[in-house]
């Protein structure tokens, strides 16, 4: 059984910064994934990292913004967010998967964290 806990979220201003962590438990899935999801939207994907190999993928309206990284025993994975943007305010989900399909589509992921919010003000 795999288990997600996010933590580190909270309310900053405009152009401040969040450090979200993801602690899991259980057997380390091959992709760990942050998606958000603001208020009345849909979930999307904010970023995601292959384990093994590495490969890293960010969606666009974050990119140069928020890196995803994981510590060295990758059991905690971490989503760096600088210069943050009210845009920015959603509930973030830590999420994992397997090899298969596209890393930024929600269904593809078998596990998911319980989310932190993160609240940037104007």
């Known amino acids: 059984q795999v288990q997600l806990v996010e933590s580190g979220g909270g309310s900053v201003q405009a152009g401040g910064s969040l450090r979200l962590s993801c602690a899991a438990s259980?057997?380390?899935?091959?992709?760990m994934g942050w998606f958000r999801q603001a208020p009345g939207k849909e979930r999307e994907g904010v970023a995601a990292i292959y384990t093994g190999g590495g490969s890293i993928y960010y969606a666009d309206s974050v990119k140069g913004r928020f890196t995803i990284s994981q510590d060295n025993d990758k059991n905690t994975f971490f989503l760096q967010m600088n210069s943050l943007k009210p845009e920015d305010t959603a509930m973030y989900y830590c999420?994992?998967?397997?090899?298969?399909?596209?890393?930024?589509?929600?269904?593809?992921?078998?596990?998911w964290g319980q989310g932190t919010q993160v609240t940037v003000s104007s």
């Open positions: 999420a994992a998967k397997g090899y298969g399909g596209s890393w930024y589509r929600e269904a593809n992921y078998n596990y």
């Open positions: 259980g057997y380390i899935q091959p992709c």
